[in-house]
């Protein structure tokens, strides 16, 4: 649902002149140095989009689905490390806040995160506990009003900038009733964050272990009902999955320019080697693919809109858009020859960059499990 269409001709035309002008050229620069650059930072936040989703009334742009989609199309473009730091504040912590938090907490934590005041890190994966997240053992025992936390969080993005902590934590039971959801200050005594780890690739968006020693949590911390925090953190994932299916649409896009530019610049056998069919077969079934993965982004987004989207179709579009993506890098390296597999092409930086989309927030393996079960039980 597109809401105003002028607003948002207006938001795409500044998004594209953003990564156009301020996001592409810093690429290399946050690449290089693990960091995004204060620019493209400033820049980002002038535009609102630590704030995507979240309503206007706490300070976001309350975007639609449909109209996050059609945003995402275009911040695709660009490297998607940006993303990782700026589109988490709006994500999973944000959600769970505002489908169970009080007025007390979405006042306290929203507006900042809206701002990019605070960055958000959603804790719930730990060294046990991945695909199966039910398995968490981080446990939160009650500590008189309070809370008393401890355990280990894995790969906690944005961690080392953290200003808010939404954490899974286990209040009694087994499985994924046991779990609830806290919404935590990251400055509280006990909290450790543990150096950045170094990874493949989505260099900018650091990742880190956060080590919960005897935390005393306070009693309005707890967000939404005891034992329903992993109930609400998989609420959220529909949302998710249609966001990453329409960056996965955008960063193919670029990656196909990428190839185009180069394919039509390099000589070989007298010609441009855009010339040869065997290259125009990689750019044919890279197009059908970035095509198909955006009709499908921005058709399900109408859907969820509508409320009518189904969790499995959300988890298919999730699937094909990042196996794709998968592919598409992978075609465009080939375009480039040996100056693909060169540091320092911006091919070979999305190559490793686009490598964790099949990963996070529900592995393609997962995402299959979910895709077959909607239509076999
Ligand atoms: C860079 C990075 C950033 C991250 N950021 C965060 C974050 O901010 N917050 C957070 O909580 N977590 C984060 N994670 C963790 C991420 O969510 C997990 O890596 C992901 O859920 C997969 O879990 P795992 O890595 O333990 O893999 P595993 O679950 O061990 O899976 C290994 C393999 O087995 C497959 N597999 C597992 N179970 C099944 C099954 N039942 N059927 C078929 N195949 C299966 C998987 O698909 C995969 O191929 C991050 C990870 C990375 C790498």
Known sequence: MIRDASRQAARLVAARALVEDILIPAEARMDAEDRMPDTARAAIRAQGLFGISIPETHGGLGLTMEEEAGLMLVLGRTAPAYRAVYALNSGGAAQILLRA??????RHWLPDLARGDRIACFCLSEAEAGSDAAALTTSARRDGDGWCITGRKRWVTNAPEAGMLMVMARTGGEGARGISAFAIDPALPGIEVQPAQAKMGMRGAQVADVVFDN???????????????????????????????????????????????HALARRQFGTPIAEQPAIGALFADSVAEALAARCMALELARARDDGTLRPADAAAAKLFATEALGRVADRMLQVHGGEG???????ERLYRDVRLLRI?????????MVVARGLLR
């Open 101 to 106: 938090g009080t007025d007390a907490q979405k």
């Open 360 to 368: 996070l927030d529900g592995t393609s393996e997962i995402q299959r």
């Open 215 to 261: 935390v005393a949590v306070p009693p309005d911390a707890l967000v939404g009902a005891e034992g329903e925090g992993l109930k609400l953190a998989l609420a959220g994932l529909d949302k998710v999955r249609l966001h990453l299916a329409a960056l996965s649409a955008g960063l193919m896009e670029r990656l196909i320019d990428e190839g185009r530019r």
């Open 341 to 347: 597999y060169m540091v320092g092409s911006a091919v």
